[in-house]
């Protein structure tokens, strides 16, 4: 059974209610769930962590190694700053899979820019919850 970390970043917990017209209306309770279906679907074990935190989503990835297959991330507004957060994912030996609810490159410019990408193995976005799905299959396929 392959076994998956999924990260949510920072004011992820707040989704539902926060900036609806942008995210909508689903909370990430909800989102949880619909990893889990998928996972039970393929066979998975998730670990879902969320925080606001930098340093804590470091950690996070760097005990990842021993216990987990691989990372399923969405590092929210780190995702255009964190040199930290991608020097972390570089340093894994675990393959990883970003994902955004929004379009990123369809916002404002300084969302457009993503220092997670190019260590990751690949990037869904723009599909709402979906999203989070999707990545999580194209993660499972990866590394079966
Ligand atoms: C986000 C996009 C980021 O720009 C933003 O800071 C978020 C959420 C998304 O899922 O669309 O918090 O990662």
New binding site residues.
């Given amino acids: 059974m392959k076994r998956i970390l999924i990260i949510h970043?920072?004011?992820?917990d707040r989704l539902g209610t926060r900036e609806p017209q942008v995210?909508g209306k689903i909370t990430l309770k909800e989102i949880n769930a619909g990893l889990k279906k998928v996972a039970a679907k393929e066979k998975a074990r998730l670990v879902i962590a969320q925080s606001n935190h930098e340093g804590e989503i470091v950690d996070l990835i760097g005990k990842a190694a021993e216990k987990f297959d691989g990372i399923l991330i969405?590092?929210?507004?780190y995702?255009?700053t964190s040199v930290a957060i991608r020097d972390a994912l570089c340093a894994s030996s675990l393959p990883a899979v970003e994902v955004?609810?929004?379009n990123?490159y369809s916002?404002e410019e300084f969302?457009q820019k993503s220092l997670i990408s190019p260590v990751a193995k690949g990037t869904v976005?723009g599909f709402g919850p979906k999203s989070y799905y999707l990545g999580l299959e194209a993660l499972l396929d990866l590394i079966r």
């Fill in positions: 970043g920072p004011n992820l995210y969405n590092p929210a507004a995702t255009h955004h609810l929004s990123i916002r969302r976005l």
